[in-house]
């Protein structure tokens, strides 16, 4: 089946801007989770979305960075006022979130990612 | 907050010698460990993942690795490193202790080079 998909794929974009990344889940996966990869932090997570509650917004850097999650599906990240040190490659992931059977998380498959550049 | 240390930065191996990648986790009880491979310009894909069921875990392409409680430790193992083997392995934990989804934190990842 098809997997986690994300767009745009690269977005170049000037320092001050807005830009907004969209995330498609695996369907039927209720766990969605954004991710960022930089090579000075490494791989950080931002936020997750579990079903109906609350969002875990523990992970955002800055009151710059938001996500919302329409329907129980797709989802957008957008970060405001783009900074230089906001260029990463951002990564979503879904999953089917806990296994009581296996007393583990379920796995987290990732999409390929939008490689952010600000000018 | 539980955390993983990958102990080496790069590894480099001979094609066809065993692979060892070193990876040790903090964790107030049981963890959701994994592991996870990047290939250049590709995206993240699973190895395998550790469960309560048993602490030797096989995972894909020849991959296994030891939950060893007593050492905190969850190392990587091949027993015959391929050319397609390289590539940036991430260790990855839960961010919390619990049940319940939640995001993952990664390791700083080990570049495993193969040498012919």
């Known amino acids: 089946g098809a997997g986690v998909s994300q767009s745009p794929s690269n977005k170049v974009t000037e320092k001050g801007k807005d830009v907004e990344l969209r995330c498609d889940p695996i369907s039927g996966h209720t766990a969605l989770y954004w991710y960022r990869q930089s090579l000075g932090q490494g791989l950080e997570f931002l936020i997750y979305f579990q079903g109906n509650s609350a969002p875990d917004k523990s992970g955002l850097p800055s009151d710059r960075f938001s996500a919302e999650r329409t329907g129980g599906s797709v989802s957008t990240l957008t970060i405001q006022r783009t900074q230089q040190e906001d260029s990463a490659v951002y990564l979503c992931?879904?999953?089917?979130?806990?296994?009581?059977?296996?007393?583990?998380?379920?796995?987290?498959?990732f999409g390929p990612g939008t490689r952010l550049l600000v000018l | 907050a539980q955390s993983v240390t990958q102990l080496d930065s790069h590894v480099s191996v001979s094609e066809g010698t065993p692979v060892l990648l070193r990876c040790n986790y903090s964790?107030?009880?049981?963890?959701?460990l994994f592991w996870y491979v990047q290939h250049p310009n590709k995206g993240l894909q699973l190895l395998l993942k550790?469960?309560?069921?048993?602490?030797l875990v096989k995972g894909i392409n020849g991959f296994e690795a030891e939950f060893k409680k007593s050492e905190t430790s969850f190392h990587l193992t091949k027993p015959s490193a391929h050319m397609s083997d390289a590539a940036e392995y991430f260790c990855?934990?839960?961010?919390?202790?619990?049940?319940?989804?939640?995001?993952?934190?990664f390791g700083k990842g080990t570049h495993l080079i193969i040498q012919p």
């Open positions: 990855v934990v839960s961010r919390r202790a619990g049940g319940g989804a939640d995001g993952l934190t």
């Open positions: 550790y469960t309560s069921a048993a602490t």
């Open positions: 964790s107030s009880y049981s963890p959701s």
């Open positions: 992931a879904s999953s089917l979130g806990w296994s009581s059977l296996a007393g583990t998380q379920e796995t987290q498959y």
